[in-house]
């Protein structure tokens, strides 16, 4: 056969129980699609295959954005934004970083341990995380998270050890709108 023809003649294709595929090159006598055939006596698969779901593409993805210098985070939906909190964030010598993360774990009620006392404050109206956290930022030089607080006055400063202080009712509101996985930009 001459390079860019095509003959009468068809190819068939049978997987083997091992996963290898042999190709035979045949004459075109198969029967049309869905009547017995040497291959497929019955004339169809068994069992039947399942039905394939598409699951839509998200056109419009969630993302937050903390702006450091306005104080404040914001909840996108693709480019519009969806919600807005002022924060709390890292004062000088223990500032929160900039880069671009992504959600890595949440909690409600979440249990904190004081990392120089050893202390353990459970949930509840003292906990100086508040009912939620959201930690964006997690490795070898620590851990970095929006959390609630016991001290909502506070918000609109630099005080934190490097993490986003929320009020207690924006972090619940914002904990129910991301998700693992969710971008996170923090910019100056």
């Known amino acids: 056969m001459a390079a860019g023809s ?3 003649r068809s ?3 049978l997987a083997t129980d091992s996963g290898l595929v042999d190709l035979i090159e045949q004459e075109p006598t198969l029967p049309p699609l869905g009547q ?3 291959f497929l006596p019955e004339g169809k698969i068994e ?3 399942a039905p394939i779901e598409m699951t839509a ?3 419009q993805p969630t993302r937050i954005l903390l702006s450091l210098n306005d104080r404040r985070v914001y909840l996108y939906e693709g480019d519009k934004v969806k919600a807005s909190y002022p924060v709390a964030v890292g004062k000088p010598g223990w500032e929160t970083p900039t880069g671009e993360f ?3 774990d949440k909690a409600l009620d979440p249990v904190w341990e004081n990392p120089w006392t050893g202390e353990v404050i459970q949930p509840g109206p003292d ?3 508040g009912p939620a956290i959201i930690v964006f930022k997690l490795d070898s030089e620590g851990m970095y998270a929006f959390h609630g607080t016991s001290n909502e006055e506070l918000i609109g400063q630099a005080v934190s ?3 986003v202080r929320m009020r207690n009712e924006d972090i619940l509101a914002m904990y129910e709108q991301v998700d693992i996985r969710t971008p996170v930009e923090v910019v100056p």
């Open 6 to 8: 095509l003959e009468s």
């Open 11 to 13: 190819i068939a294709v």
């Open 36 to 38: 017995p055939s040497e």
């Open 47 to 49: 069992p039947e295959p």
């Open 57 to 59: 593409p998200q056109d």
């Open 102 to 104: 992504s959600v890595v």
């Open 127 to 129: 906990s100086p995380l």
């Open 161 to 163: 050890h490097g993490c």
